[in-house]
C-alpha cells in the first residue's frame, strides 16, 4: 500500500499546511441516534404483544425498552472508543433484528406458557436465557473490537483459525450423541452448564483461515494450470489444500446431518474463491461439485430425499414422520399473514414446531405479514451491503477476502433459513441470525459484526499520517551543521 | 479483487429479492389456499373465539347449551346447562376432542357458517359486529327429560328412554344413563379436557355412548308389537286362537322355546296373548307368516333404515335375516338376530298410536337467526311412506295394548291416564338363562288422544338381577315421563 506523500517531505509540508485536511466524519452520532430509534421500534412491539396477549401493561414495559437502549449504548460507547470510524448503521440494524428476536421470543414464551399451563406444566420462558446471551455476546462483541485493533493481525492466526475451525466443527461428530446431539441434530457440545454448536464459531474461523490462506496463495492460484476445453485450470497443487479443507468440513457436516450448515459453508468457499482469484470457473467448478454432491447426498440419504418430498409438497407428506408437517404449518402460518400480517402477539405462530429458531421467520410473517419479513430481509442486506462497501473501500485484500466472506454469510445464511420456511429452497435448519433463539448462533453473529466494524473502521480511517521520523540524534560533537530556517527579519540569527 | 466483490454483492441482492419474490408467492398469491386449508387448525382457532349460537328447549326455550365470555385467547367458552341430563342431545364441544352429537351434526349453524345465516354473516362483516352463530331450537320438553332421567339415575340404572309425540315425531326427551358432563369437555384448561374425556372412556359403563340412538339391542316382547301388526294386517282378528302351550319346539331343532315362567298361556285369543306376552303364539304367528311379511312390516315401521339421522345418525336396526323357521320363531318375540335402537323401539309404539303410520323422528324444531327469528322450521315428515298397519288394525292393537298395561307391574299409574303399552324382558348374553335381561317398556298415552309415546330399557335388570321384567323395572320410568308430559309433572 504506497503512501501517498514522500516520506522526507512530509515535515515540511505539514509545517506550511494552511489548509489542513478536513476531519472526516465519524457518524458516531447518527449510530446513537439509530440505535435510539431501534429501541422504541423494539418497545413498540413489546407493547403490541403484550396488548394483544392481554398482558398487564405496566411501566416494566418502558424499563425494559429502556434497559435495552443502555445495553446497545454500551455497545455503541464501546464502538465510539475503539473503532471510530467504523460503519454507523451495521450495529443498529442488528440490534433492530435482535430486538424483534427477544420480542418474538417472548411472545411465543407467553404461547407456550399458556399451553403448558393447559396442561398442568411448568413452562421456563427461553427468553431470559436469550437476553442473558444478548448481553454476553454484546460483552464478547466488545472484548473482540479491542482484542483485534488491526483485522490484518488475524492473518498471523490463519491456520491456528483453519486447525480450531475444524476441531470444532469435527468434534460433535466425533463425540458419543449424548455430549452432542439435541432434537437430532449432532452438532452440540453439551458442557455442564450449557451447550454450544461449535458450528457456529467455526463458519467464523474457517473464513478468517480461509481468507489468509487465499492471500498468501493468491498469486499462485491465478497462475494457469493445464487448459481444458479452452478453460484454464488451476493447478492441483494449489487446490490441494483448499479442496481438502472443503472437503473435511462438508464431510463432517454430512456426517452431522446439517444440511443447513454445509451448504452455508460450501457457498462461502465457493465465493471468497472466487472473489480472491477473480475467475469465474470456480464458481462453475463448485456448482458442478455441488450438483454431484446433491444428487449422491438424495441417492444415499432417506434424509435428504424426505427433506425433497417436504419441499416438492408439504401438504402431501403432512401427517408422514418427520414429513412436511412443520414446513406446512409454516406456510399456513405465512399464509395466514398474508401481506399485513395478524399484528405482533394475535396470530398462532407456536403451532409451527420450533417457532422460535429455525421457524422464527415464518412467526414474523405470519404476525407482522409480508411487510413485516420483507422489512426483516432489508435489513439484512442492508447489513450485508453495508459489510460489502466496507470490503470494497478497505484497502487490503485480507480485509476485502475477509468482509466479503462474512457480509455474504449474512445474507447466505437468511437464504437458507427464509428460502427454507417459504418453500423456495429445500428446508435445512438452520438459526436467522440474530432473531433465532439460541446463544451460539447469537455470540457468533456479534462476532462476525463487530469483525464486519472493524473491517468497516479500517475503510473509513482515514489514512494514518505518518509520524515524524524521529531521527536519531547524533552525538553533539558529531553533529554536522544543520540548515535552519531563517528567523523573523527583526531577530538575528542563532547558530 | 473489487469486480467479484461487486459481482457478489449482486448475487446478494439477487438472493434477497428471490426470497421477496417467493415470499409474495407464498403470502400473496397462495395465502388464501394455506389458511383455508382444512389441516391449518387456526381457522378452527377462530372458530372457537366466534360466539357460538345457543341450543336451547321446545317448549319454554330454556337454554340448554349457550357460551360465557372467558377471559383467554378463546373469548367464549361453552356452557350446558344441566349437561349430563342433556348430553346425549347437546353433545360435546371440545378444543382437543371437536365436537360430538349435535354439537357436530349442527356445527355450522351454531358456528356461524351455515349458508342460511349468509346474508347475516355478510352484515356482520359491514357493520363490524362480532360474528355469531345460528341457534337451534330443539323438540325436547324439558319436563319429560327431566323426570325420565332423574328417575334412570334416582334408580342408578344404565339404559336409555326416548320419549316421542306420535303425530310428528318430535323426539320430547333423548336419555341416556349413565351420563357425562360435557362441561368438562368443553374446559379451557387441557387438562381438565383430557382428565375428563380419559375417565370418559375408561369407565366400562362408557358414560358418553348414546344409547338411545346409537346402541341396539334385543328387544325382547316389545317385538310383539311389530309381529302383532303383521298378523293384524295378515287379516286375523284380536279373537284369533292361539296356542295356550307353555312351550314349543323351534321347527327342525330340538331347542325348547317357552313361555316366561315356563307356564301355559293364560288366555285362548290373540288378544290375550299379547296382554299376557305369551311367547309360543307369537313364534307360531311369525313362523306362519313367513319372512317376507315380517320383514315388510318390521320395515314399515322404520326396522332396517340405515340413512336414518335426528340429526345425529341413528344405528340402524335389524330384524336378522330370518333364513329359516327357527329363526322366525325366535325373531317373533324379540330374540334371535333381532336388534333395536331404543329410538326405533318407541317408535313401535308411535306408529301405532299415529294410527301405523311411522313419522320420522327430529330433534331440531327450528334453526334461528342470531337475533332468535327463525330462519327454518322443520315440519313433520313421514318416515317411510308406507303405513305399518291400517288405522283400524291401529285401533285394534291399541287395545290390545290397553289391555296389556293393564296386566303390567310397577308403579307410577294414574288413574287419569290410560296408558297403552307393551314391555320386554330381553335374554341376551352367551349365557342367557342366567344373565340378567334388558327390561323393556314402550308405551303411549292418552291412549284415545296420543301424545307421547315412550321407551324405557333398562340394561340387565336394573336392580332386579334375572328375576326383572319390562313391568317391574322399565314401566315406572316409562309411566313417569308420560305423567310428566301429561299430568304436569
Not at chain 1, 427468553?127 to 444478548?134: G, I, S, Y
Not at chain 1, 473490537?145 to 492473518?155: A, F, K, M, Q, S
Not at chain 2, 340394561?459 to 313391568?471: F, K, M, P, S, V
Amino acid at each position: 500500500m504506497g503512501q501517498p506523500v514522500a516520506r522526507s517531505a512530509e515535515p515540511l509540508a505539514a509545517q506550511f499546511q494552511t489548509n489542513p485536511p478536513r476531519e472526516v466524519p465519524t457518524r458516531r452520532n447518527t449510530e446513537l441516534v439509530l440505535l435510539g430509534f431501534a429501541a422504541v421500534i423494539v418497545t413498540i412491539a413489546l407493547v403490541l404483544v403484550e396488548a394483544n396477549q392481554e398482558q398487564e401493561l405496566t411501566a416494566s414495559i418502558l424499563w425494559l425498552g429502556l434497559a435495552y437502549l443502555g445495553v446497545l449504548t454500551a455497545a455503541h460507547l464501546a464502538v465510539r472508543k475503539w473503532a471510530p470510524y467504523a460503519d454507523p448503521v451495521l450495529l443498529p440494524c442488528v440490534a433492530l433484528l435482535n430486538g424483534i428476536g427477544l420480542v418474538m421470543i417472548h411472545r411465543i414464551d407467553l404461547a407456550l406458557a399458556e399451553r403448558a399451563v393447559q396442561n398442568g406444566k411448568d413452562y421456563t420462558p427461553a427468553v431470559t436465557a436469550q437476553v442473558l446471551f444478548t448481553v454476553i455476546s454484546l460483552v464478547f462483541f466488545v472484548v473482540v473490537l479491542i482484542v483485534v485493533n488491526d483485522h490484518r493481525t488475524l492473518t498471523r492466526y490463519g491456520y491456528t483459525a483453519g486447525l480450531v475451525g475444524i476441531v470444532a466443527l469435527a468434534l460433535p461428530a466425533l463425540l458419543p450423541s449424548s455430549l452432542s446431539e439435541v432434537n437430532g441434530a449432532k452438532v452440540w457440545l453439551k458442557l455442564p452448564f450449557f451447550s454450544i454448536q461449535p458450528g457456529e464459531f467455526a463458519k467464523i474461523l474457517l473464513m478468517i483461515f480461509f481468507a489468509s490462506f487465499l492471500v498468501s496463495k493468491r498469486d499462485l492460484f491465478m497462475v494457469a494450470g493445464k487448459k481444458l476445453v479452452g478453460v484454464e485450470l488451476p493447478r492441483a497443487r494449489d487446490l490441494g489444500p483448499i479442496l481438502i479443507a472443503a472437503f473435511v468440513c462438508i464431510g463432517i457436516l454430512v456426517f452431522e446431518k446439517d444440511l443447513g450448515t454445509s451448504l452455508l459453508f460450501f457457498s462461502v468457499i465457493l465465493v471468497m474463491l472466487y472473489v480472491a482469484t477473480e475467475r469465474v470457473i470456480w464458481v462453475v467448478l463448485g456448482l458442478s461439485f455441488f450438483a454431484v454432491g446433491c444428487i449422491i447426498a438424495y441417492n444415499l440419504f432417506t434424509h435428504v430425499q424426505q427433506r425433497v418430498a417436504n419441499w416438492l409438497d408439504p401438504l402431501a407428506t403432512y401427517d408422514q414422520a418427520g414429513g412436511g408437517y412443520q414446513l406446512a404449518q409454516g406456510l399456513f402460518g405465512l399464509g395466514t399473514g398474508g401481506v399485513g400480517g395478524t399484528g405482533l402477539g394475535a396470530g398462532r405462530p407456536d403451532m409451527v414446531p420450533e417457532a422460535a429458531t429455525d421457524f422464527i421467520t415464518a412467526a414474523i410473517g405470519e404476525e407482522l405479514g409480508f411487510i413485516g419479513l420483507a422489512a426483516v430481509l432489508m435489513l439484512y442486506l442492508l447489513v450485508a451491503m453495508r459489510g460489502m462497501r466496507s470490503a470494497l473501500a478497505v484497502r487490503d485484500t485480507f480485509g476485502k477476502l475477509l468482509g466479503g466472506g462474512l457480509a455474504f454469510t449474512m445474507v447466505m445464511q437468511i437464504f437458507v433459513v427464509v428460502g427454507g420456511v417459504t418453500k423456495l429452497i429445500p428446508e435445512t435448519g438452520i438459526t436467522a441470525p440474530f432473531l433465532s433463539k439460541g446463544g451460539s448462533s447469537l455470540l457468533a453473529n456479534y462476532i462476525l459484526v463487530a469483525l464486519l466494524l472493524r473491517i468497516s473502521d479500517a475503510a473509513r480511517k482515514p489514512a494514518a499520517r505518518p509520524k515524524p521520523q524521529q531521527q536519531p540524534q547524533a552525538p553533539i560533537a558529531e553533529a554536522h551543521t544543520v540548515l535552519v530556517q531563517r528567523p523573523p527579519a527583526d531577530g538575528g540569527a542563532q547558530a | 479483487m473489487n469486480t467479484p466483490l461487486r459481482k457478489v454483492g449482486m448475487a446478494m441482492l439477487v438472493m434477497v429479492v428471490l426470497l421477496l419474490a417467493n415470499a409474495t408467492y407464498i403470502q400473496v398469491v397462495k395465502a388464501d389456499d394455506y389458511r383455508t386449508d382444512s389441516r391449518n387448525a387456526r381457522v378452527l382457532y377462530d372458530e372457537f373465539a366466534r360466539q357460538r349460537g345457543k341450543i336451547v328447549s321446545q317448549a319454554n326455550g330454556e337454554v340448554l347449551a349457550s357460551v360465557d365470555p372467558s377471559n383467554d385467547k378463546y373469548k367464549y367458552i361453552r356452557t350446558y346447562a344441566d349437561g349430563p341430563m342433556y348430553a346425549p342431545v347437546t353433545g360435546y364441544y371440545s378444543i382437543n376432542y371437536g365436537a360430538g352429537g349435535l354439537e357436530r351434526s349442527e356445527d355450522d349453524v351454531l358456528n356461524g357458517s351455515d349458508p342460511r345465516l349468509f346474508v347475516r354473516r355478510l352484515s356482520d362483516m359491514v357493520t363490524g359486529r362480532d360474528p355469531s352463530g345460528g341457534n337451534v331450537r330443539l323438540t325436547i320438553d324439558p319436563a319429560v327429560q327431566k323426570a325420565a332421567y332423574d328417575l334412570m339415575t334416582q334408580k342408578g340404572y344404565t339404559g336409555a328412554v326416548v320419549a316421542l309425540e306420535p303425530k310428528t315425531g318430535r323426539i320430547l326427551a333423548m336419555v341416556s344413563t349413565p351420563s357425562y358432563d360435557p362441561n368438562q369437555l368443553a374446559s379451557h384448561t387441557s387438562k381438565a379436557q383430557t382428565d375428563a374425556w380419559n375417565a370418559n372412556n375408561k369407565d366400562p359403563k362408557k358414560p358418553m355412548l348414546n344409547r338411545a340412538i346409537s346402541e341396539t339391542y334385543p328387544p325382547g316382547s316389545t317385538m310383539k308389537l311389530v309381529t302383532a301388526a303383521a298378523v293384524l294386517e295378515d287379516g286375523k282378528g284380536p279373537d284369533t286362537p292361539i296356542d295356550p302351550a307353555p312351550n314349543t319346539k323351534l321347527p327342525g331343532t330340538s331347542i325348547t322355546l317357552e313361555n316366561y315362567a315356563g307356564g301355559a298361556c293364560p288366555g285362548t285369543t290373540f288378544k290375550d296373548a299379547l296382554a299376557h306376552s305369551c311367547n309360543v303364539p307369537f313364534a307360531q304367528f311369525a313362523g306362519a307368516l313367513g319372512a317376507d311379511k315380517m320383514k315388510k312390516t318390521a320395515a314399515n315401521f322404520g326396522i332396517g333404515q340405515t340413512d336414518l339421522t335426528v340429526p345425529m345418525k341413528v344405528a340402524p336396526s335389524t330384524v336378522g335375516p330370518l333364513d329359516s323357521q327357527g329363526a322366525l320363531y325366535q325373531s317373533g318375540i324379540g330374540q334371535r338376530d333381532v336388534r333395536l335402537t331404543p329410538l326405533q323401539d318407541c317408535l313401535l309404539a308411535a306408529t301405532v298410536a299415529n294410527g301405523g303410520m311411522a313419522m320420522k323422528p327430529q330433534l331440531v324444531q327450528s334453526v334461528l337467526a342470531p337475533d332468535l327469528s327463525t330462519i327454518e322450521d322443520y315440519s313433520p315428515t313421514e318416515l317411510t311412506g308406507t303405513a305399518a298397519l291400517s288405522s283400524s288394525n291401529a285401533a285394534i292393537l291399541k287395545d290390545m295394548m290397553i289391555a296389556s298395561e293393564g296386566f303390567t307391574k310397577g308403579g307410577g299409574k294414574r288413574p287419569d291416564i290410560q296408558i297403552a303399552s307393551k314391555t320386554g324382558t330381553a335374554e341376551h348374553g352367551t349365557d342367557s338363562k342366567n344373565t340378567a335381561p334388558h327390561a323393556w317398556y314402550t308405551a303411549f298415552a292418552p291412549a284415545n288422544d296420543p301424545q307421547i309415546a315412550v321407551a324405557v330399557i333398562v340394561e340387565d335388570g336394573g336392580n332386579r338381577g334375572l328375576a326383572a321384567t319390562g313391568g317391574t323395572v322399565a314401566a315406572e320410568i316409562g309411566r313417569a315421563a308420560i305423567n310428566a308430559k301429561l299430568g304436569g309433572g
